[in-house]
């Protein structure tokens, strides 16, 4: 199977905040947003696989700034790593105030999706190649991040864990 870069698979998503997107505090609503960020990771996946692809997880979303009526959303997406079947994906939320000109982050997290054969079964997924500095940062994080998902999930014991193990014994 091909090697991708993960340029190939990058996804920037601009949405406009409505008032039927947002609080009573005139704040863009946290499921608005959630649900936006998916939509970005998952074409990034699917971008990353050329397949269809489902949310198998996604991790803790900590909202920083509020991102107000009138602003406007954008949504970097980016496949970090590739696995068998899934693939992780780093979304950065960025909001910007056009009338006074300035921009700030909303928040970050990170989405696991699987790719999907034509019976709905996992499906092989690109072995992914990452290039600049922050790509292999994300990229050799992933691994220790995809065994903490598994642990909460109950899928893995921590026993299990090299990686996360690696963190804590001494060398």
Not at 134 to 153: N, T, V
Request: proline share 5%; aromatic share 8%.
């Amino acid at each position: 199977m091909q090697k991708k870069k993960p340029a190939e698979s990058q996804v920037i998503m601009t949405e406009l905040v409505l008032p039927n997107d947002t609080n009573l505090f005139g704040n863009l609503m946290g499921g608005r947003l959630m649900y936006w960020m998916d939509i970005a990771a998952a074409l990034a996946a699917a971008k990353h696989c050329n397949a269809p692809v489902v949310t198998a997880s996604v991790d803790n979303i900590s909202f920083e700034s509020p991102i107000k009526l009138g602003n406007v959303v954008h949504i970097e997406a980016i496949v970090t790593r590739a696995f068998s079947t899934s693939m992780e994906i780093h979304l950065s939320v960025w909001g910007e105030d056009l009338t006074h000109q300035y921009r700030y982050k909303s928040n970050e997290a990170y989405y696991t999706f699987v790719a999907l054969d034509p019976n709905r079964k996992p499906r092989p997924v690109p072995v992914l190649e990452p290039e600049t500095e922050l790509e292999k940062k994300l990229y050799d994080g992933a691994l220790r991040r995809r065994q903490l998902r598994l642990i909460l999930g109950g899928k893995m014991k921590a026993a299990d864990a090299t990686e996360l193990k690696a963190l804590f014994s001494e060398a």
